[in-house]
């Protein structure tokens, strides 16, 4: 089998190594990619420390792909050699079931094969984009428009359409009154998204440190969450609060920011449980939510929106040889807003 060289993680937790790992033979419906710029997610490194459960070692993760198709199956008719693109969380699906024909791939009732950390369709352990290549079914890659930079979409790939997705399906627009709460990388998306949709945003922070971010991102208001007093200020102001926290969180407390009928959607996944009193999501029959990830198309439209309205990631490059220093600052909440691996600089 082919192979390429990336970045794994030898066992849980442990740092960084360059390895040489595998590319399959490109099927007939498959792309290879050479991969220009990989980001980091929140949850790649939920998946490298195990803090979801038992993962799959050795990993090379990444699910935020940007780069350039360099060969094509024999039966591939959605993209061809050049063109730039960018491939998600997922993989492979059974596109046959009710969710994928919907374009909800991330439902599939096969099972959803995701970009790393999983296993696919045929048995083979699934390698993510801190890689120079990654070989993909044409279904799950999506053109990246001329008007975004690579580097600046990669992050879309996830973080773009973890937010995209559920802004969408709880209808925001102009006159909606948005809270983001948390400003990472996905947090930073929202913003952007929400407002370019026409929403009035305040972004919820722990402190006032990102105060000038969030206001050159989009948003009209920043508050800082350590100050209580500021959030009872809060009650009963928002139409939708999308939560980014990738740790522990009062949800009760959010959830009392929202206005009756209200939406509390959830995309932040650590392991730890809420705890949320019946009687603070009966009084004003308000909403309690999650959203996974998006479908293809919609990533597409999700990019599509992004060239229009000259939206990409706001990002920090960095080589192969920084990758785990950069976990140790998403973790401590030191990124404005994205990591994005230069992926040329993965070398033996
Ligand atoms: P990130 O860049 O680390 O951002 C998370 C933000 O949460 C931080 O910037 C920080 O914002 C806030 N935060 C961090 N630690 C906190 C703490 N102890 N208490 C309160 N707030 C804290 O992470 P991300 O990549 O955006 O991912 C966020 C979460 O979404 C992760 O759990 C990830 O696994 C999950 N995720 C879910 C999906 C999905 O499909 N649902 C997809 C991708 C990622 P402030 O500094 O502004 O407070
Ligand atoms: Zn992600």
Redesign the pocket.
Known sequence: MPSTTALQAPSAGAPFEVAQVPVRDLRDDDILIDIAFAG????D??QVREEWGKAIFPMTPGHEIAGTVSAVGAGVTKHKVGDRVGVG?MVDSCGECEYCKDGEE?YCTKGAVMTYNGTGYDGEETKGGYSQQVAVSERFVCRIPDGIELDEAAPLL??GI?TWAPLQRWGVGPGSKVAV????????MGVKFAAALGADVT?????D??KDDSVALGASAHIA?SDPAALKGLRSSFDVILN??????DADMYIKLLKPLGVFV?????PSAWSIRPGSVISGSRVVA?????GIQATQDMLDFCAEKGIGATIETISADQVDDAYEK??A?D?R??YVIDTSTITA
């Open positions: 980091i997610c929140h949850s490194i939920h969380c991330q996830c973080a973890t709460v948390g400003l990472g990388g996905l947090g930073h972004v919820l922070s722990r402190t440190a990102k969450t980014t926290v990738s740790a522990d969180l959830n995309v932040g996944l650590p999650g959203s996974n990830i998006g998403v973790v909440g990124v807003y994205r």
